[in-house]
């Protein structure tokens, strides 16, 4: 073969090698995300939930503190481990009961320096006292359940930090139910919000540099597996 034709020849095998492997990702996204996938939804009525128990899923939730910081913004602390149980009863969230477990050493405000102090003795003193704990209590409605609109309400439990437990309220919103398109889990999710004085769990150190008022976000997926879907 003439060399010039055989040269000519590699380099179209080279280019359509590369264009097969520039394309090939492609067609597996595309093989891996169907119609239902790119379309999927959740319905918002409480009634469309399953009753059972529901899991944290490790992947999808964030739980942060943050308090003023000499007055200059509100400093960002967030907490890298969390493990939760939603006990879902058939009259939604009226009827429904969670408890959380954070570990509080896990806490990161992205300052390493700033880490061990919080970790430390003048704040959460993770040595004696390594969990924060919610166990919710009562909930009252704020808004409906008819999927007319946000279900929402207020959810009252006891939060414990520090050995100090204190009753707090969160606002909190139910974002929707839906077996998840990927995992087939039925799946359901919820923001939060809500405030508490640090002081009253004895935490009042390098006040009032640092605020006494702590605002909590929340955002948390719950998932059941598949396999005890029906149960």
């Not at 119609?35 to 009634?47: F, G, I, P, Q």
């Not at 139910?177 to 769990?201: D, V, W």
Request: hydrophobic share 40%.
């Amino acid at each position: 073969m003439d060399r010039t034709v055989a040269a000519g020849a590699a380099r179209l095998v080279a280019r359509g090698a590369l264009a097969l492997a520039l394309t090939a990702p492609v067609v597996v996204l595309d093989a891996c995300t169907p119609l239902r996938v790119v379309t999927h939804s959740v319905s918002t009525k409480e009634a469309s939930v399953p009753a059972g128990r529901y899991q944290l899923d490790p992947h999808h939730w964030n739980v942060s503190f943050d308090v003023d910081h000499f007055h200059y913004s509100h400093f960002t602390m967030r907490f890298d481990k969390v493990t939760a149980q939603l006990d879902w009863r058939p009259d939604g969230l009226a009827g429904s009961s969670v408890a959380a477990t954070i570990d509080a050493a896990s806490v990161d405000t992205n300052v390493p320096v700033l880490d061990r102090m919080v970790k430390g003795t003048d704040m959460f003193d993770v040595a004696r006292y390594p969990q924060i704990r919610f166990v919710s209590t009562r909930f009252e409605r704020t808004g409906g359940s008819d999927g007319s609109g946000e279900s929402r309400g207020t959810l009252t439990g006891d939060l414990t930090i520090h050995g100090v437990t204190q009753p707090v309220t969160l606002d909190v919103t139910f974002n929707g139910y839906a077996p998840n398109p990927l995992t087939k889990e039925a799946t359901l999710g919820f923001s939060a919000q809500g405030h508490f004085s640090r002081a009253k769990f004895g935490l009042s150190t390098w006040y009032p540099a640092v605020g006494d008022d702590v605002r909590v976000r929340i955002e948390a997926e719950f998932v059941k597996p598949a396999a005890a879907a029906g149960s």
